[in-house]
Protein backbone atom coordinates (compact mmCIF):
# COMPACT_ATOMS: atom_id res chain seq x y z
CA UNK A 1 0.00 0.00 0.00
CA UNK A 2 1.18 3.30 -0.92
CA UNK A 3 -0.72 5.04 1.85
CA UNK A 4 -0.78 8.97 1.65
CA UNK A 5 0.75 10.14 -1.32
CA UNK A 6 1.80 14.26 -1.99
CA UNK A 7 3.25 15.50 -4.78
CA UNK A 8 5.57 18.02 -5.63
CA UNK A 9 7.91 17.39 -2.68
CA UNK A 10 9.64 20.65 -3.42
CA UNK A 11 8.19 23.95 -4.97
CA UNK A 12 9.32 27.14 -5.53
CA UNK A 13 7.09 29.97 -6.67
CA UNK A 14 6.70 33.70 -6.84
CA UNK A 15 4.86 36.11 -5.13
CA UNK A 16 1.07 36.26 -7.28
CA UNK A 17 2.07 32.21 -8.77
CA UNK A 18 -0.67 29.62 -8.61
CA UNK A 19 0.09 25.82 -7.95
CA UNK A 20 -1.50 23.08 -6.61
CA UNK A 21 -0.50 20.18 -4.16
CA UNK A 22 -1.44 17.02 -5.15
CA UNK A 23 -2.38 14.81 -2.36
CA UNK A 24 -3.94 11.08 -2.87
CA UNK A 25 -4.83 8.17 -0.53
CA UNK A 26 -5.52 4.34 -1.71
CA UNK A 27 -7.20 3.06 1.33
CA UNK A 28 -10.45 3.95 0.91
CA UNK A 29 -10.52 6.65 3.67
CA UNK A 30 -13.85 9.13 3.92
CA UNK A 31 -11.63 11.75 5.49
CA UNK A 32 -9.18 13.46 4.09
CA UNK A 33 -7.39 16.74 5.84
CA UNK A 34 -4.61 19.37 5.11
CA UNK A 35 -2.32 21.24 7.76
CA UNK A 36 0.27 23.28 7.64
CA UNK A 37 3.53 23.18 9.83
CA UNK A 38 5.48 26.34 11.02
CA UNK A 39 8.12 26.56 13.36
CA UNK A 40 6.61 26.98 16.98
CA UNK A 41 3.33 26.81 15.59
CA UNK A 42 3.15 22.80 15.62
CA UNK A 43 0.28 21.86 13.27
CA UNK A 44 -2.48 24.21 12.15
CA UNK A 45 -5.71 22.64 9.66
CA UNK A 46 -6.26 24.45 6.97
CA UNK A 47 -9.12 22.12 4.97
CA UNK A 48 -10.98 19.29 5.24
CA UNK A 49 -13.47 17.09 3.89
CA UNK A 50 -15.52 14.01 5.26
CA UNK A 51 -16.41 12.92 1.60
CA UNK A 52 -16.41 13.67 -1.82
CA UNK A 53 -17.84 16.24 -2.91
CA UNK A 54 -17.76 17.42 0.81
CA UNK A 55 -15.39 20.03 2.17
CA UNK A 56 -14.75 22.20 5.29
CA UNK A 57 -12.57 25.25 6.47
CA UNK A 58 -10.41 24.69 9.10
CA UNK A 59 -8.13 26.87 11.22
CA UNK A 60 -6.38 28.70 8.89
CA UNK A 61 -8.14 28.33 5.22
CA UNK A 62 -7.27 31.71 3.79
CA UNK A 63 -5.75 32.02 0.49
CA UNK A 64 -6.30 28.28 0.03
CA UNK A 65 -8.81 26.06 -2.45
CA UNK A 66 -10.00 22.76 -2.09
CA UNK A 67 -12.21 20.35 -3.68
CA UNK A 68 -12.76 16.78 -3.27
CA UNK A 69 -14.21 15.06 -6.44
CA UNK A 70 -13.83 11.02 -5.54
CA UNK A 71 -12.69 9.39 -2.50
CA UNK A 72 -9.20 8.89 -3.25
CA UNK A 73 -7.86 12.69 -4.20
CA UNK A 74 -7.97 15.86 -1.89
CA UNK A 75 -5.77 18.92 -4.04
CA UNK A 76 -4.95 22.17 -2.32
CA UNK A 77 -4.73 24.85 -4.49
CA UNK A 78 -2.85 27.91 -3.57
CA UNK A 79 -4.71 31.15 -5.96
CA UNK A 80 -1.82 33.31 -5.42
CA UNK A 81 0.64 32.52 -3.21
CA UNK A 82 2.02 35.12 -0.57
CA UNK A 83 5.78 34.69 1.19
CA UNK A 84 3.08 34.14 4.33
CA UNK A 85 2.39 30.85 3.23
CA UNK A 86 5.62 28.81 2.71
CA UNK A 87 5.54 26.35 4.87
CA UNK A 88 5.57 22.61 4.81
CA UNK A 89 2.56 20.95 3.75
CA UNK A 90 1.13 17.37 5.26
CA UNK A 91 -2.29 15.97 3.66
CA UNK A 92 -3.52 13.45 6.18
CA UNK A 93 -6.62 11.07 5.85
CA UNK A 94 -7.77 8.42 8.32
CA UNK A 95 -11.73 6.28 8.14
CA UNK A 96 -14.69 7.79 9.68
CA UNK A 97 -15.32 11.81 9.91
CA UNK A 98 -14.00 14.61 11.62
CA UNK A 99 -15.07 13.01 15.19
CA UNK A 100 -14.15 10.61 16.80
CA UNK A 101 -10.85 8.52 17.87
CA UNK A 102 -9.60 7.58 14.03
CA UNK A 103 -5.91 7.91 13.77
CA UNK A 104 -4.47 9.84 11.15
CA UNK A 105 -2.63 8.91 8.27
CA UNK A 106 0.05 11.29 6.89
CA UNK A 107 1.79 11.79 3.68
CA UNK A 108 5.12 12.86 3.47
CA UNK A 109 5.04 16.75 3.58
CA UNK A 110 5.02 19.13 0.60
CA UNK A 111 8.00 21.53 1.20
CA UNK A 112 6.91 24.90 -0.73
CA UNK A 113 8.83 28.52 -0.81
CA UNK A 114 7.34 31.79 -1.94
CA UNK A 115 9.57 34.56 -3.09
CA UNK B 1 -12.95 25.19 22.37
CA UNK B 2 -10.25 22.55 22.65
CA UNK B 3 -6.56 23.74 23.02
CA UNK B 4 -3.13 21.44 23.39
CA UNK B 5 0.13 23.06 25.10
CA UNK B 6 3.88 21.45 25.35
CA UNK B 7 5.13 23.78 27.40
CA UNK B 8 9.20 22.51 26.68
CA UNK B 9 10.60 23.26 23.22
CA UNK B 10 13.21 20.93 23.61
CA UNK B 11 14.03 17.73 25.82
CA UNK B 12 17.57 16.53 25.80
CA UNK B 13 18.12 13.03 27.85
CA UNK B 14 20.84 11.08 28.01
CA UNK B 15 20.25 7.27 26.20
CA UNK B 16 19.29 4.90 28.91
CA UNK B 17 17.56 7.53 31.35
CA UNK B 18 14.57 7.54 31.09
CA UNK B 19 12.23 10.37 29.34
CA UNK B 20 9.33 12.52 29.67
CA UNK B 21 7.41 14.99 26.90
CA UNK B 22 5.03 17.10 28.81
CA UNK B 23 1.39 17.65 27.38
CA UNK B 24 -1.66 19.45 28.53
CA UNK B 25 -4.81 19.98 26.96
CA UNK B 26 -8.54 21.61 27.15
CA UNK B 27 -11.66 20.60 26.10
CA UNK B 28 -15.10 21.23 27.18
CA UNK B 29 -15.84 17.52 27.62
CA UNK B 30 -13.85 13.95 27.36
CA UNK B 31 -11.30 14.29 25.29
CA UNK B 32 -9.67 12.04 22.46
CA UNK B 33 -6.08 12.29 23.11
CA UNK B 34 -2.72 11.16 20.47
CA UNK B 35 0.47 11.42 20.61
CA UNK B 36 2.71 11.28 17.12
CA UNK B 37 6.09 11.55 16.12
CA UNK B 38 7.96 13.14 13.13
CA UNK B 39 11.34 11.97 12.01
CA UNK B 40 13.78 14.22 9.90
CA UNK B 41 11.32 15.03 6.35
CA UNK B 42 9.14 12.68 7.25
CA UNK B 43 5.05 12.79 7.78
CA UNK B 44 3.99 12.44 11.09
CA UNK B 45 3.36 9.10 12.61
CA UNK B 46 1.24 7.63 15.41
CA UNK B 47 2.54 6.65 18.46
CA UNK B 48 -0.33 5.83 20.91
CA UNK B 49 -3.66 7.05 21.51
CA UNK B 50 -6.30 7.51 24.92
CA UNK B 51 -10.39 6.94 24.69
CA UNK B 52 -11.45 5.78 27.81
CA UNK B 53 -10.62 3.29 30.37
CA UNK B 54 -6.64 2.40 31.82
CA UNK B 55 -4.79 5.72 32.42
CA UNK B 56 -2.06 4.12 31.20
CA UNK B 57 -1.80 3.82 27.64
CA UNK B 58 0.99 1.90 26.22
CA UNK B 59 2.53 2.15 22.60
CA UNK B 60 4.85 1.87 19.63
CA UNK B 61 8.66 1.54 20.45
CA UNK B 62 8.40 1.22 24.15
CA UNK B 63 6.25 4.21 24.35
CA UNK B 64 3.42 4.78 26.79
CA UNK B 65 1.46 7.61 28.14
CA UNK B 66 -0.45 8.58 31.18
CA UNK B 67 -3.74 10.40 31.29
CA UNK B 68 -4.53 12.44 34.44
CA UNK B 69 -7.88 14.11 34.37
CA UNK B 70 -7.49 16.28 37.72
CA UNK B 71 -4.55 17.63 36.11
CA UNK B 72 -5.99 17.88 32.19
CA UNK B 73 -2.15 16.15 31.16
CA UNK B 74 -0.97 13.36 29.02
CA UNK B 75 2.56 13.09 29.16
CA UNK B 76 4.51 10.87 27.02
CA UNK B 77 7.37 8.38 29.12
CA UNK B 78 9.96 5.80 28.05
CA UNK B 79 11.55 3.94 30.47
CA UNK B 80 15.04 4.06 28.42
CA UNK B 81 15.58 6.57 26.08
CA UNK B 82 17.45 5.33 22.89
CA UNK B 83 19.83 7.63 20.17
CA UNK B 84 17.14 6.37 17.26
CA UNK B 85 14.50 8.28 19.60
CA UNK B 86 15.42 11.63 18.96
CA UNK B 87 12.38 13.69 16.95
CA UNK B 88 9.98 15.99 17.05
CA UNK B 89 6.91 14.82 18.68
CA UNK B 90 3.29 16.29 18.83
CA UNK B 91 0.46 15.89 21.45
CA UNK B 92 -3.30 15.83 19.94
CA UNK B 93 -6.61 16.74 21.32
CA UNK B 94 -10.34 15.84 20.27
CA UNK B 95 -13.18 16.87 22.28
CA UNK B 96 -14.71 13.25 21.99
CA UNK B 97 -18.03 14.51 21.83
CA UNK B 98 -17.68 17.37 19.51
CA UNK B 99 -17.14 17.44 15.78
CA UNK B 100 -14.38 19.49 15.97
CA UNK B 101 -11.03 18.20 13.76
CA UNK B 102 -8.05 17.32 15.99
CA UNK B 103 -5.90 20.14 17.56
CA UNK B 104 -2.00 19.74 17.69
CA UNK B 105 0.57 20.89 20.01
CA UNK B 106 3.30 22.74 18.36
CA UNK B 107 5.72 20.02 19.75
CA UNK B 108 8.62 19.18 21.23
CA UNK B 109 11.97 18.25 19.91
CA UNK B 110 13.74 15.26 22.16
CA UNK B 111 17.34 14.76 21.44
CA UNK B 112 19.02 11.35 22.81
CA UNK B 113 22.21 12.20 23.47
CA UNK B 114 24.59 9.01 23.49
Known amino acids: NAGVTQTPKFQVLKTGQSMTLQCAQDMNHEYMSWYRQDPGMGLRLIHY???????DQGEVPNGYNVSRSTTEDFPLRLLSAAPSQTSVYFC??????????????FGAGSRLTVL | AQSVAQPEDQVNVAEGNPLTVKCTYSVSGNPYLFWYVQYPNRGLQFLLKYITGDNLVKGSYGFEAEFNKSQTSFHLKKPSALVSDSALYFC????????????FGSGTRLQVQP
Open chain 2, 92 to 103: AVRDAAGRRALT
Open chain 1, 49 to 55: SVGAGIT
Open chain 1, 92 to 105: ASSQGTVSGANVLT
